[in-house]
């Protein structure tokens, strides 16, 4: 089985009790808190410098990912890391993030079950080259490096930062 082939996923924070679902081809958040809940998309946001993401440097992987990712610590608005990545894919579906990069060489296949949640709240997963991660097998020991927007303009924003190691001079007009 391929990450493509997924066409349902349920998440739940631990910490937050905030449920995340697929259902009739939307994607649906409900809150821990209110136990409300709305159906969820991704942000219209298209400059990095008003993009807020999550970058993984926890595991060891911390070396390799800001390298890969210097250009990109310069030019967004807000970059961290809060949690899994499940959570972080379903916090960038429902517009609480714009971006997320792992290029730690860490995270296995099982981390992105929750790809469907992003792709139907409108969403990109795609590998550092910019290539479709719907072929990627969900398999024990197969490891994934991935970008994952809320749109296209911002994909193609951050890969062509992460081509631009070092120089810090991008600036977007949009």
């Known amino acids: 089985m391929c990450l493509g082939d997924l066409t349902y996923a349920y998440v739940l924070g631990l910490r937050s009790g905030d449920a995340y679902e697929t259902r009739d081809g939307y994607a649906y ?10 159906p969820i998309q991704t942000t ?3 400059s990095l410098d008003r ?6 440097i926890g595991y060891g992987g911390a070396t390799r990912q800001i390298a890969t990712c210097e250009a990109l610590l310069a030019q967004c608005r807000d970059l961290r890391s809060i949690d ?7 916090e960038l579906a429902r517009g609480a993030s714009d971006l997320i990069v792992d290029a730690r060489s860490l995270s296995d296949s099982f981390n992105l079950i929750s790809y469907p949640i992003l792709k139907q709240a409108g969403g990109i997963l795609c590998d550092l080259a910019g290539n479709s991660l719907d072929q990627v097998a969900i398999a024990k020991g197969q490891t994934v490096d991935y970008i994952a927007c809320a749109n296209a303009v911002l994909r193609d924003r951050v890969l062509l930062s992460l081509r631009d190691r070092g120089d810090h001079t991008y600036s977007d007009e949009s």
Do not use: D, F
């Open 29 to 38: 958040y409900r809150s821990g808190l209110t136990c409300l809940e709305r």
């Open 44 to 46: 219209p946001v298209q």
């Open 51 to 56: 993009a807020m993401g999550y970058v993984k």
């Open 84 to 90: 899994n990545s499940a959570i972080e894919l379903c």
